[in-house]
């Protein structure tokens, strides 16, 4: 049964870049971030089918930033090849999707998110990509602050590790900010919008 819902979402994919993805790298997190590649672009398909903003939201930073000066080492920098989508999301700027560099974890740090968001009439922000813990916890908490609820979709993150994430989902599926703030799947939300959760053939 579909739960008729008055919200206008928008999708974010939070830091699905290639320096992350780079074999060289060898990050943890890879193996379980390839997991949410199929989920993430049937989200991105139904949501461009309802009009709805899907937003890539990616690390640009410089090499002198301040987080740089303790244990992080610099990647994702702006304007470089590493800080680009991965190929293997269906981004696509000229079907309407909006790339939006963003200079540290929360998508809506000085990145003007929130009035871009407004002016689209949104009050709902399903967040997606990686990490579960840090950039897309960031960012779904920055929404609530911003006035707008948010969801954290469960299939559609991952962190280096799947304790770390299992864990970061457990601490949030009961808050006081509930149903404000919720975790759930990408197709318990498609279902309570109304779209398509069918996996592609």
């Known amino acids: ?71 992080m080492h610099p990647h994702s920098l702006a304007g470089t090849e590493g800080a680009t989508v991965i190929d293997a999301l269906d981004f696509s700027e000229t079907k309407g999707d909006y790339w939006l560099p963003k200079p540290r974890f929360s998508a809506f740090f000085q990145t003007g998110l929130e009035t871009w968001l407004r002016e689209r009439g949104v009050s709902l922000c399903a967040v997606a990509g990686i990490a579960t813990h840090f950039c897309v916890l960031t960012t779904v908490m920055d929404a609530v602050c911003h006035n707008f609820k948010a969801v954290l979709l469960e299939d559609c993150t991952a962190a280096f590790s799947e304790i770390v994430h299992d864990r970061t989902l457990e601490n949030y599926r009961r808050n006081p900010l509930y149903p404000l703030l919720r975790v759930m799947s990408s197709t318990a939300l498609a279902s309570e919008l109304g779209i398509s959760s069918d996996h592609p053939r």
């Open 1 to 71: 049964m579909v739960i008729k819902t008055t919200e206008t979402p928008a999708l974010l994919v939070i830091d699905m870049v290639k320096d992350t993805f780079n074999e060289k790298a060898q990050l943890p997190i890879v193996p379980f971030a390839k997991k949410t590649f199929t989920p993430i672009n049937r989200m991105i398909r139904e949501f461009r089918k309802k009009h709805w903003p899907v937003v890539f939201s990616t690390d640009a930073f410089h090499r002198e930033d301040f987080i740089f000066t303790g244990r």
